[in-house]
């Protein structure tokens, strides 16, 4: 069964810096990788998504995500925060092939200072 | 393009009452999954339907039930509610063979008295 792992529930950054949110997941093989945000109140946008090829993707919002197979992790990150990206972050996985049944992360909450 | 649309945004209904939340995908989708997020369990896959058929199904009690129309717009129904059943119901569309990109909506907020 796959499963997905965020360590970090809140993570607290001041605007301009960068910022790296974790994630790890298990499944047999090279899933699909996704990371979604989330604002208060709202439904989930899809930030990036990892299929195959090229293991740095970017996505919307200057952000961007490494896969790296041996390690499992699928990291997002930003070179520079702004008080707008201030949401909860999901990272989600699924199998490729046959049934799509998503895994979700528990999420990380971003708090950004001014 | 509109995006995913779901209604109510919010209801309020009472232990033993039943509900139905609509969902219409993005014009074009043709598959329709449905989520239960609550601060405890987090996000839940409730099921998937695609052209009018239940492709997929999570782990969930027979009182969820869902479907879809030729139109491809969804409802989904939960029987007899319980406390439990509060949480943020979300609705994500998808395009036919691409169904692991989805996109979703505001979601229906429901608290069960």
């Known amino acids: 069964a796959q499963s997905v792992t965020q360590p970090d529930i809140h993570i607290t950054v001041s605007e301009g810096a960068s910022l790296e949110l974790r994630c790890n997941y298990s499944?047999?093989?090279?899933?699909?990788l996704f990371w979604y945000v989330q604002s208060p109140g709202q439904g989930l946008q899809l930030l990036l998504k990892y299929f195959s090829g090229d293991t740095l993707v970017q996505g919307i919002k200057g952000f961007e995500a490494e896969f790296k197979r041996s390690q499992s992790s699928f990291n997002l990150r930003k070179p520079s925060v702004h008080w707008s990206d201030a949401a909860e972050y999901f990272c989600?996985?699924?199998?490729?092939?046959?049934?799509?049944?998503?895994?979700f992360g528990r999420g990380t909450s971003l708090i950004v200072h001014p | 393009k509109a995006g995913v649309t779901q209604t109510p945004r919010y209801l309020i209904k009472t232990r033993g009452q039943q509900v139905t939340l609509s969902c219409s995908p993005i014009s074009g989708h043709r598959s329709v999954s449905w989520y239960q997020q609550t601060p405890g369990q987090g996000l839940q896959f409730l099921f998937e339907?695609?052209?009018?058929?239940?492709?997929n199904k999570g782990n969930f009690p027979g009182r969820f039930s869902g479907r879809q129309f030729s139109n491809s717009r969804s409802e989904m129904n939960v029987s007899t509610l319980e406390l439990g059943d509060s949480a943020l119901y979300l609705c994500?569309?998808?395009?036919?063979?691409?169904?692991?990109?989805?996109?979703f909506g505001p979601g229906t907020r429901l608290l069960v008295l």
């Open positions: 989600a996985v699924g199998a490729r092939g046959g049934s799509y049944i998503p895994t």
């Open positions: 994500a569309s998808g395009l036919a063979g691409h169904q692991e990109t989805q996109y």
């Open positions: 499944y047999g093989a090279t899933p699909y």
């Open positions: 339907y695609f052209s009018e058929t239940q492709r």
